[in-house]
């Protein structure tokens, strides 16, 4: 869903093949979703359990594993791209993702070249290229950028990072000639409180990664840079602390998108709330932040072996997928 005069926007964190086929393009023509996101993990799930991959899989049995994996990938992107173009040639939505290999999140020449060629294999306008916040993740992101590639920046969780990504983006769009590319960075949200929660006192639990992300979207914010937008992603709920949609009723924020599951996404709608929420200020957070370290969490630690997990978790999600596939 979109709250235009706010420039908010509601995406999909989901691809399956059956799924893009039939419930996608309604939930795009009743106004509920504007875009979607893909990941080695969605993927993984799709691809080994989905008996909707069953036909190609056996069509493209000469490819090697990754040939295959890609295959796959790309078509579900394709299909993705397609229903959402008309929103795309209307508004600044409409876009799909799709990560690069994660295996190659410390090389940026391999991340270019791959990039390069999702980009120019998938054939749309709205398609975004993934690349993780890494050092050389940066690089690529400048260069493909630069070339008019449409970037979204993933598993961002600190500031530093938030401030490398649009370092990228601004030297990359300054590159370009003619229309500019699109790009998001994709703050990761509520893994901060499945991580930090057990510890800390109840005036403090289910805060952290709600105020971190504001202080990343404020940056962004105080950018200005109208190509960018502040994505918050990993916006689902597990267990029962907090009701299914908290992440996204508590980021409802002005030149936003919220990337969520189709669970998440539903009990949003179901509340039919469309209000958007006011940022906290810089002061507020920093007092928050304080508040933290009296309880002897060392943020810049969290957000280090956050950022390695992630890592983790993709890479193992995509080599699981070229091992089973």
């Known amino acids: ?10 995406w999909c964190d989901f691809v399956e093949r059956d799924f893009l086929k039939n419930d996608f393009p309604n939930l795009i023509k009743d ?13 993984k799930n799709a691809f080994l359990t989905s008996s909707a991959y069953e036909e190609s899989k056996s069509k493209l049995s000469d490819k090697s594993k990754k040939e295959l994996y890609e295959s796959l990938a790309i078509e579900d992107i ?12 209307k508004d600044d939505d409409g876009f799909i993702s799709i990560e690069v290999d994660p295996n190659l999140c410390f090389d940026t020449k391999a991340t270019i070249e791959e990039g390069r060629e999702l980009y120019k ?20 992101m400048e260069t493909l950028i630069s070339e008019g590639i449409n970037i979204n920046a993933t598993l961002i969780f600190s500031p530093t990072q938030a401030k490398s990504c649009l370092d990228a983006f601004e030297k990359g769009l300054s590159k370009v000639e003619g229309k500019k590319p699109k790009a998001v960075i994709s703050v990761f949200v509520s893994r901060f409180d499945r991580l930090l929660d057990p510890s800390l006192p109840q005036e ?21 840079l109208k190509e960018v937008r502040c994505l918050f992603a990993s916006t689902g709920v597990k267990g029962d602390e907090y009701p299914k949609d908290y992440y ?34 810089n002061n507020e957070i920093e007092e928050f932040f304080t508040q ?27 080599n699981q997928i070229l091992e089973e596939i």
Not at 133 to 139: H, N, Q, R, V, W
Not at 205 to 222: H, M, P, Q, S, V
Not at 302 to 317: C, I, P, S
């Open 1 to 10: 869903m979109q709250i235009k005069d706010k420039n908010f926007a509601l």
């Open 31 to 43: 106004g509920e979703i504007n875009g979607a996101t893909s990941n080695p993990a969605i993927f």
């Open 78 to 89: 394709k299909i993705a791209s397609k229903a959402l173009l008309p929103l795309y040639k």
């Open 121 to 140: 294999n998938i054939g749309a306008s709205n398609v975004m290229i993934k690349i993780p916040a890494t050092d050389a993740g940066y690089e690529a």
């Open 204 to 224: 403090l639990k289910g805060k952290t990664g709600i105020i971190n992300a504001t202080k990343i979207y404020n940056l962004i914010e105080e950018r200005g």
């Open 248 to 281: 996204i009723t508590q980021l409802v924020f002005s030149n936003s998108i919220n990337t969520a599951p189709l669970e998440t996404i539903e009990a949003y709608l179901e509340t039919n709330n469309t209000s958007t929420k006011t940022p906290l200020s």
């Open 292 to 318: 933290l370290k009296n309880e002897s969490v060392d943020i810049e630690k969290v957000y280090d072996n956050l950022l390695n997990d992630g890592l983790k978790a993709f890479v193992e999600a995509y």
